[in-house]
């Protein structure tokens, strides 16, 4: 196995190397005018005259050089030069068969020209201020290739088997469809199921909040974003995909995906049943819902993720439209159900001062999910310096879930201390609805402005639950513990938010802010506990010792003063604050009401400076203070008897958690060679955290509290490296990355004691791609934990996890496509009883035939009939090693039928 492995990083290597021979290179300089000052991030491109299609291209650097490899030849080809606010340059090469250098070329504002400069051919890409923009008629991609297929043609664009996508190192969170959501913010939907050829161009800029954009502020986030704009003779018709499929052991799928556009109105159906883990809704280019690799996590909205098998339903409309002139209104409505089904295998090494506790336990879990979802966004841009925004949110959900566990507890002599046994039915109905309004408002002196919003946030998830447990105590003077309850909660939490933010410019560049933010919270908990009648089997005797009410309202004021600097090369942020908080906590157990009040003052400091080298080459720091405020049950000596092995009580005297946060990354992106770099480093220091303290007894049983402990920290490293190279109808990729995480943590287990942990995971991608005809991407990913502790018992747990993953896929012809994605996961550490290692093999053949608007699949999931779940998870108190249920080998038979009709263009 190993040797194959190298044998095929060999080989991609040699190809990689081949790449870079036999070309020619074309140099120069781009400057303006007669001053010959550089121009930076121009675009040069070469062009094929038959065609007009784009042969190579690159970026000039901030000293206006580019360099330009290409493949020789003895044909004309057209060199293009193009910069924002410059007119296009366009020199006729008669051949191309060595290198050439071209010296200074001199380019000419626009705003000093008197005629109309009409541009025949858009640049492939061009960088406009904060947003980098690709023209997609320079990209090439099959005839019916979706979005993602052409993000991944696009220099430092990575889209992972999840579907995230990164550009040049940064996450995209946000990913719009003329300047709209398409099913959710992320695009997940929209990158798998829109048709690549409507899209006429995609921006790439800095993710922005909406008050950063309509103020026209540098964005602070270390996130992108992209919009995809729509072909104008394209922005009206439709399009739609029906997808269904039967196979072996029962399994089956199906999908639907519907869409309307016409200019800026869209209407947006989608429905997806299956009982194959797919969570949501997919319709991958080969394995459609198939919960293999290159298609877990794709789909959006979530139902009901876990373990086990899911039978998942979904029902969900998108619309977007402009009602009048500076409107813009959007929205989503999910019908979401989900019946799941997990046997669960656990063994929990519990780490103590003294000694140790091993558990193992057998679950079956059965749980149904029904829930509606249903979001809005309306914006209306009152007059060019007035902005409202109202973004209301109603979701309900009905949980109603059975566990049937059984557990034995051995100490670290191997001897028995405790047993048990319990079955739980649980219906959990939760109601909320969320509603955020916010105006801006720009004044008329030129940077002055001043923003307001009120967000409300009002729950109530009521619970009812029958608990029947036998807890046996082998060891120790405890009794056992036999119960036959019903148990009813009801929980409302309504908070309401409001902040008013003012902006005055004292220079171009130089502001001075001003913000004053508040909440208030008030959250109930009212649960009543019932034993069942020995005689009658009715639930009618309250018991009291597990019955309590608990109360708590919390009010905070935040004035906050800071700066901003934006210059040309950098930004910087500061603010000092503080928060005035004052607490109220109240609680009503075994008759007697107990009443917490305290105030807090906590001052605050954040710091954002951002250092742009280049337009693609730029540094960030980041640095953020602030607090975290434990529940009311951590203060309120009110004592939970819930869990037979645990009781939990809080504490009165415990002080508000405060923390540091530390950020600092370093990220650039060279178009003339094609690669990128980042490196990101976080560090949190918690000053004072909070934390459970448990002391154990002869039998087992903790008792539980809360304490402070002071001087926890996290530090996080990190790298990512990728390269692309094309030449012809070929393209290599390369990517390296590399994730450091190191933690000490305290915890009091009788004892006060730390742990420390390490964590590295190298991971290598590999890329090739023949054109339209061959694809493979192998990859490598290696994790190393290990947690050291000090003051206890052991000294050290620790796990080594290798994962090998092989993607290909071939298009025969025009008519079948050929995918396979291959995997091997080892983990070296885990405890006997658990398989360390397994193969997952997923295949899929497709033929398309009736004017490719019929496809025709086979589909086998987990060929080798080897899946599993299992894995090893280090905590700093425990060590768990866990095993679920997954789905096993089938069969899949499906059949999709595509329609679309753009500008009455329709498919073929």
Not at 308 to 324: C, H, T, V
Not at 741 to 757: C, E, H, M
């Amino acid at each position: 196995m190993i040797k194959k492995q190298t044998l095929l990083f060999f080989l991609l290597l040699c190809f990689y190397s081949s790449l870079a021979q036999n070309n020619i290179t074309l140099n120069g300089k781009i400057v303006k005018g007669n001053l010959n000052s550089p121009i930076e991030s121009a675009t040069i491109y070469i062009i094929n005259p038959k065609d007009s299609a784009v042969v190579e291209y690159t970026i000039s650097d901030k000293n206006g050089l580019f360099k330009l490899q290409t493949k020789p030849s003895s044909q004309n080809h057209i060199l293009k030069i193009s910069a924002e606010g410059y007119q296009e340059y366009s020199k006729t090469c008669e051949s191309l068969t060595k290198s050439i250098d071209f010296g200074n070329l001199e380019l000419t504002e626009l705003n000093s020209l008197n005629e109309v400069v009409i541009q025949t051919t858009a640049p492939p890409v061009r960088v406009k201020k904060d947003t980098l923009e690709f023209n997609v008629s320079s990209f090439k991609t099959r005839p019916d290739a979706n979005v993602e297929t052409l993000l991944k043609q696009l220099p430092g664009v990575e889209i992972d088997a999840d579907k995230n996508i990164t550009i040049n190192g940064k996450p995209v969170t946000q990913l719009l469809v003329n300047g709209k959501t398409f099913f959710g913010e992320d695009g997940k939907i929209a990158i798998q199921n829109l048709p690549a050829e409507i899209i006429k161009k995609v921006q790439v800029s800095d993710k922005k909040t909406k008050e950063e954009e309509f103020t026209k502020q540098t964005a602070r986030s270390n996130e992108s974003s992209i919009n995809l704009t729509i072909e104008k003779d394209k922005n009206k018709g439709f399009f739609g995909k029906f997808m269904g499929g039967y196979g072996t052991a029962d399994r089956y799928e199906s999908s639907a995906i519907m869409s309307y556009f016409k200019d800026k109105r869209r209407i947006s159906f989608l429905a997806s049943s299956n009982n194959i883990n797919a969570t949501g809704f997919s319709m991958d280019e080969v394995f459609d819902n198939m919960g293999s690799r290159r298609n877990y996590g794709s789909r959006a909205p979530v139902i009901g993720r876990g373990n086990g098998i899911i039978k998942s339903n979904l029902i969900g409309i998108n619309f977007a439209d402009e009602w009048f002139k500076g409107n813009k209104t959007n929205g989503n409505y999910y019908f979401t159900n989900s019946d799941s089904e997990n046997k669960n295998k656990t063994t929990e090494l519990l780490i103590l001062s003294e000694g140790s506790q091993l558990t193992e336990s057998t679950s079956k879990t059965q749980k149904v999910f029904n829930g509606h979802d249903l979001d809005l966004n309306f914006e209306w841009d009152i007059n060019p310096m007035t902005r409202i925004q109202i973004i209301p949110k109603f979701k309900k959900g009905i949980t109603k879930t059975t566990i049937d566990q059984s557990s034995t507890t051995k100490d670290d002599s191997n001897q028995l201390i405790n047993t048990q046994d319990y079955h739980n039915e649980i219906e959990n109905d939760n109601n909320s609805f969320d509603n955020y309004i916010s105006l801006f408002k720009r004044l008329k002196k030129k940077g002055r402005y001043f923003t307001t919003d009120f967000k409300n946030e009002n729950s109530k998830n009521e619970t009812n639950s029958l608990i029947k447990s036998a807890t046996l105590y082998l060891q120790g003077n405890n009794n056992d513990d036999i119960r036959d309850q019903s148990a009813q909660s009801a929980q409302q939490r309504d908070k309401y938010t409001a902040s008013i933010r003012f902006i005055e410019p004292i220079t171009d560049s130089l502001k001075i802010t001003f913000n004053v933010s508040s909440y208030i919270e008030k959250i109930t908990d009212d649960k009543k506990t019932y034993d069942a009648d020995t005689n009658t089997g009715i639930y009618d005797n309250l018991n009291e010792s597990m019955t309590n009410f608990i109360a708590s309202s919390k009010f905070q004021i935040r004035p906050s003063l800071g700066i901003q600097i934006q210059k040309k090369k950098y930004d910087l942020y500061a603010d000092v604050n503080a928060f005035f908080i004052n607490a109220d906590f109240q609680s009503l157990y075994l008759g007697t009401k107990t009443n917490w009040n305290k105030n807090f003052i906590v001052p605050d400091a954040n710091l954002f400076y951002a250092y742009k080298f280049s337009d693609t080459k730029r540094t960030q720091f980041n640095y953020e203070s602030g607090y975290g405020f434990p529940r009311a049950d951590n203060f309120l000596a009110v004592v939970n008897l819930e869990n037979p092995l645990n009781t939990i009580v809080g504490n009165p005297d415990l002080r508000l958690k405060k923390y540091h946060n530390g950020t600092l990354g370093f990220q650039n992106y060279d178009y003339k060679t094609r690669s990128g770099f980042y490196i990101y480093t976080r560090f949190n220091y918690v000053d004072i955290n909070i934390v459970s303290s448990s002391d154990f007894d002869q039998s087992g049983k903790r008792f539980t509290t809360y304490e402070n402990v002071f001087g926890t920290y996290e530090a996080r490293l990190d790298m990512n490296w990728n390269k692309s190279i094309k030449k012809d109808a070929q393209k290599f990729s390369f990517e390296l990355r590399m994730n450091n995480q190191f933690n000490v943590d305290k915890f009091i287990n009788s004892k006060l004691y730390v742990a420390k942990t390490m964590r590295i995971s190298p991971e290598l991608q590999l890329g090739f791609d023949y054109g339209e005809l061959f694809s493979i991407k192998p990859s490598y990913r290696f994790a190393k934990d290990k947690t050291k502790y000090d003051n206890t018992s052991i000294g050290s747990r620790s796990n080594t996890m290798h994962a090998f993953n092989v993607e290909t896929t071939n298009y025969w012809s025009k008519h079948f496509v050929f995918g396979n994605d291959f995997g091997y996961t080892y983990n070296s550490n885990l405890s006997g009883g658990f398989k360390k290692g397994f193969y997952l093999w997923n295949t899929s053949l497709s033929y398309k035939f009736y004017e490719d608007k019929l496809t025709f699949k086979v589909k086998v999931y987990d060929i080798l009939n080897q899946n599993q779940s299992t894995s090893r998870t280090i905590t700093p108190t425990a060590v768990y090693d866990t095993e679920n249920t997954v789905l096993k080998r089938y069969v899949m038979f499906s059949l999709m039928y595509k329609f679309q009709d753009f500008a009455g263009k329709k498919m073929n």
